[in-house]
């Protein structure tokens, strides 16, 4: 649902069915909610939300109180919502109960397209989302030359058995908007690859840019995770740094980030990977341990977008050795920063990674039993 190829089709089915009058929603998996939370449904006018699941019954979903789905006879609705993948025999299995008017619409609208699919049999087979981003920049570095980015990886699928597996490459702008759409054939073989934005600039004949890399593998086996280094350079050899993919995995907390020192410049690189809005006032820092000191960035971050945090903005008075605390409310992944230092007239530029921070551990008392 996240994809931003699959984004502009959703828009567009929520579109027609807010144009349709009373919508109902039928919810036989429990994934109502969690689609609600990415594609906001506050321009439909939904009469009822149906359920398959008996221990699911009267509780509150998207404003309204789950009814068995039986209750469907009768409904004075536009419109039913299915919201569930491969729903053929969903469908079949309701179809007696649909008011003859009603339109039946799934989510099988805005599947992918079958060629970007491994299992095209199993839409939600996680093989068919072997997909991670990347921080990607081609742009000018402040002295007459220019940044860059050169991303590698590997085809370790073909371990698996994997064979003629594709990348399917989508460059997104800063503002979430793509650029470039091309695919790459990984070697039958476990050989490695590489992305350079160099070459993409000259490809496509692309302006300066930065933003995100989008990397989906198709044709995987084994396992749907997509890994990957992450080369940051310049014409000039004072910019050099290599940082690796985040992980999937948004955490509400980051730590290890630097102040600046006094003649330092330290931007966040916050990488919204999903395809709607991270709302302003989200975003926050603050010194390590000083909770009640925390400042939030005042601006929405739009989809798929890439904003740039520069920490002064924020936290002015904050210098070197403090660390600061990110607050990312699981909007984002292991945020990418990077150090402009400036001496004798001449910037330098490295970067790496924020920390996650784990809220999910709890002590295990026994561990004071041990020796």
Same mark, same amino acid.
């Not at 567009?12 to 429990?30: E, F, H, N, S, W």
């Not at 931007?267 to 709607?276: E, R, Y």
């Given at each position: 649902?996240?994809?931003?190829?699959?984004?502009?089709?959703?828009?567009?089915?929520?579109?027609?069915?807010?144009?349709?009058?009373?919508?109902? %929603?039928?919810?036989?998996?429990?994934?109502?909610?969690? &689609?609600?939370? @990415?594609?906001?449904?506050?321009?439909? #006018?939904? =009469?009822?939300?149906?359920?398959?699941? *008996?221990?699911?019954? #009267?509780?509150?979903?998207?404003?309204?109180?789950?009814?068995?789905?039986?209750?469907?006879?009768?409904?004075?609705?536009?419109?039913?919502?299915?919201?569930?993948? $491969?729903?053929?025999?969903?469908?079949?299995? @309701?179809?007696?109960?649909?008011?003859? /008017?009603?339109?039946?619409?799934?989510?099988?609208?805005?599947?992918?397209?079958?060629?970007?699919?491994?299992?095209?049999?199993? +839409?939600? #087979?996680?093989?068919?989302?072997?997909?991670? &981003?990347?921080?990607?920049?081609?742009?000018?570095?402040?002295?007459?030359?220019?940044?860059?980015?050169? *991303?590698?990886? =590997?085809?370790?699928?073909?371990?698996?058995?994997?064979?003629?597996?594709?990348?399917?490459?989508?460059?997104?702008?800063?503002?979430?908007?793509?650029?470039?759409?091309?695919?790459? /054939?990984?070697?039958?073989?476990?050989?490695?690859?590489?992305? $350079?934005?160099?070459?993409?600039?000259?490809?496509?004949?692309? $302006?300066?840019?930065?933003?995100?890399?989008?990397?989906? /593998?198709?044709?995987?086996?084994?396992?749907?995770?997509?890994?990957?280094?992450? #080369?940051?350079?310049?014409?000039?050899?004072?910019?050099?740094?290599?940082?690796?993919?985040?992980?999937?995995?948004?955490?509400?907390? +980051?730590?290890?980030?630097?102040?600046?020192? =006094?003649?330092?410049?330290?931007?966040?690189?916050?990488?919204?990977?999903?395809?709607?809005?991270?709302?302003?006032?989200?975003?926050?820092?603050?010194?390590?341990?000083?909770?009640?000191?925390?400042?939030?960035?005042?601006?929405?971050?739009?989809? &798929?977008?890439?904003?740039?945090?520069?920490?002064? $903005?924020?936290?002015?008075?904050?210098?070197?050795?403090?660390?600061?605390?990110?607050?990312?409310?699981?909007? &984002?992944?292991?945020?990418?920063?990077? %150090?402009?230092?400036?001496?004798?007239?001449?910037?330098?530029?490295?970067? /790496?990674?924020?920390?996650?921070?784990?809220?999910?551990?709890?002590?295990?008392?026994?561990? =004071?039993?041990?020796?």
């Amino acid at each position: 649902m996240g994809h931003p190829a699959a984004a502009p089709k959703v828009r567009d089915l929520l579109a027609r069915l807010g144009g349709k009058g009373r919508v109902a %929603i039928y919810d036989p998996t429990g994934f109502a909610t969690a &689609f609600a939370e @990415i594609y906001p449904l506050s321009d439909l #006018d939904i =009469a009822h939300v149906y359920v398959q699941d *008996l221990t699911a019954l #009267d509780r509150q979903v998207l404003g309204r109180t789950t009814q068995p789905v039986t209750d469907l006879t009768g409904a004075d609705i536009a419109a039913l919502l299915v919201v569930a993948f $491969d729903a053929d025999k969903t469908v079949r299995d @309701i179809a007696h109960l649909v008011p003859p /008017a009603a339109e039946i619409v799934t989510l099988d609208e805005v599947r992918l397209d079958a060629k970007r699919l491994t299992n095209q049999k199993r +839409y939600l #087979d996680p093989l068919n989302f072997a997909t991670n &981003f990347a921080w990607f920049r081609d742009a000018p570095d402040s002295r007459g030359g220019h940044l860059h980015t050169r *991303l590698a990886t =590997a085809n370790y699928w073909h371990r698996y058995g994997a064979l003629d597996v594709t990348l399917w490459l989508t460059l997104l702008d800063e503002t979430g908007e793509p650029i470039a759409q091309w695919e790459q /054939a990984l070697p039958n073989s476990p050989a490695g690859i590489t992305i $350079d934005s160099v070459v993409v600039r000259a490809r496509f004949g692309l $302006d300066d840019f930065t933003g995100q890399l989008l990397i989906h /593998a198709v044709g995987v086996a084994g396992h749907d995770i997509v890994k990957y280094a992450l #080369d940051t350079f310049g014409d000039d050899a004072r910019d050099l740094s290599c940082t690796h993919d985040a992980n999937a995995w948004p955490a509400d907390f +980051y730590a290890g980030l630097p102040a600046p020192q =006094a003649d330092e410049r330290v931007i966040m690189w916050v990488q919204n990977s999903h395809p709607c809005p991270i709302p302003a006032g989200t975003v926050g820092l603050n010194v390590m341990g000083d909770d009640a000191g925390a400042v939030y960035l005042d601006a929405e971050i739009a989809p &798929f977008a890439t904003h740039a945090l520069d920490v002064a $903005d924020l936290l002015p008075e904050t210098k070197w050795p403090q660390q600061l605390e990110v607050r990312a409310g699981k909007h &984002f992944v292991r945020p990418r920063y990077e %150090i402009e230092r400036t001496a004798n007239g001449a910037t330098q530029r490295r970067m /790496a990674h924020a920390n996650v921070e784990r809220t999910d551990l709890e002590p295990n008392p026994q561990i =004071a039993e041990i020796g």
